[in-house]
C-alpha cells in the first residue's frame, strides 16, 4: 500500500471528484461508493463541503484545509471492504487526524484495476485544537503505510529498486545518521530558520547547503557526513518541504525584527517602520538689493 498526498482550498472540487461526479469524468454508478464520514451528515458532495468549510473557517491561518490522500494497493492485491474501511480510519489516526476529531469522508474508486480510496480531511479540527501539520508528509507516509499493512495483513509494495550506488553501507550509514539529527530538531516547537538548522546540524558533525533562486526562496538541500554527500530528498526533504517545516513556528524569525508578538495575543503585531525625519529648510540668501 501506498499513500500520496495534496492540499488544498476547495471542499466542494475534491468531494465532488471523490464522489466521481466531476463534470467530463464523471464515474458510473457504484464505482465511487462513499465508506466512511465522521463528524458530518452524509450528504452530497455541495452539503458536506459546506459543513466542512464552517468548521474550516474557525481558524484564519490555515489557507489549505483540504487533505486529500490517496491509498491504493498494488493490483491483483485482493482487499475487502472492511480492510479499505480500517485501513483509512488508521491511516487518519497515524498521519495526526483520528476520526474523533477530525471530519472526515472516504470513497471507494472502482474504475482502476488496483483497489484504492480516496481519503478527504479538514485540517481543522472540530473541537477548536491545533490543524493537522503537513510538513514531513513525504517521510512519514511510507512508514504509515507499512505499519498499517502490517496490522492488517496486507502486502506491502516493494520499494524502488535503488542502484548499488544507492546501497553502499557507507552512504546508508550517513543517510540514516542526518535523518535521525533531523527528526528532533524539525520537531521543537521553538525551531528557527536555516542559520538555525544548519548551527545545531554543524553541533552533530553534519554540513548542510541550502539552494535558493534570485528571489531568496529556498529551493534545494543538501547535506555532509564524513566527506559523505546526502541530498535532501534521500533522507525525506526536498527544498519545499525544508522550508515548509522550518516556516512553521514563530513568525519572528521568517519575517525578521519587524515583526514582534503582542504579550498574551496569538497573533503577531506588525510595528512600524521609523519615520524619515522631514528634512530641514535651508533659509534662502538674500541677493544684493536691486
Not at 466542512?52 to 483540504?66: G, H, N, T
Not at 490522500?69 to 498494488?74: P, Y
Not at 519575517?255 to 498574551?264: D, K, S, W
Request: charged residues 25%.
Amino acid at each position: 500500500m501506498i499513500a500520496k498526498t495534496t492540499t488544498g482550498n476547495d471542499f466542494e472540487g475534491a468531494l465532488t471528484y471523490g464522489a466521481g461526479q466531476r463534470q467530463g469524468r464523471g464515474k458510473e454508478p457504484g464505482e465511487a461508493p462513499l465508506l466512511v464520514v465522521a463528524n458530518l451528515i452524509p450528504g452530497t458532495p455541495k452539503e458536506m463541503a459546506q459543513d466542512m468549510r464552517a468548521v474550516a473557517a474557525q481558524s484564519k491561518k490555515i489557507q489549505k484545509p483540504v487533505w486529500h490522500t490517496v491509498l491504493s494497493w498494488k493490483a491483483g492485491e485482493v482487499v475487502s471492504q472492511a480492510q479499505k474501511v480500517a485501513a483509512a480510519q488508521r491511516y487518519c489516526e497515524l498521519i495526526g487526524a483520528p476520526i474523533d476529531r477530525h471530519q472526515v469522508v472516504v470513497y471507494e474508486h472502482r474504475d482502476k484495476k488496483h483497489a484504492h480510496v480516496h481519503i478527504y480531511l479538514n485540517r481543522v479540527p472540530i473541537d477548536g485544537g491545533p490543524a493537522l501539520r503537513t510538513d514531513n508528509n513525504f517521510y512519514r507516509q511510507p512508514a504509515i503505510t507499512r505499519q498499517i499493512s502490517q496490522e492488517l495483513g496486507m502486502d506491502p509494495i516493494p520499494e524502488r529498486r535503488r542502484s548499488l550506488r544507492a546501497l553502499d553501507p557507507t552512504k546508508e550509514a550517513a543517510r540514516e545518521q542526518v535523518s535521525r539529527a533531523l527528526q528532533p530538531l524539525l520537531a521543537q516547537s521553538d525551531r528557527g530558520g536555516e542559520e538555525w538548522l544548519a548551527l545545531q546540524l554543524q553541533k552533530e558533525l553534519i554540513g548542510v547547503r541550502y539552494t535558493h533562486d534570485k528571489g531568496g526562496v529556498l529551493r534545494g538541500v543538501s547535506f555532509e557526513l564524513n566527506g559523505v554527500a546526502v541530498r535532501g530528498q534521500e533522507v525525506g526533504y526536498k527544498g519545499a518541504q525544508l522550508r515548509e517545516a522550518l516556516a512553521a513556528p514563530g513568525l519572528q524569525a521568517v519575517l525578521g525584527p519587524e515583526v514582534a508578538r503582542v504579550p498574551g495575543a496569538g497573533t503577531p503585531a506588525i510595528l512600524p517602520k521609523p519615520s524619515r525625519p522631514e528634512p530641514t529648510k535651508r533659509p534662502r540668501r538674500k541677493g544684493p538689493a536691486r
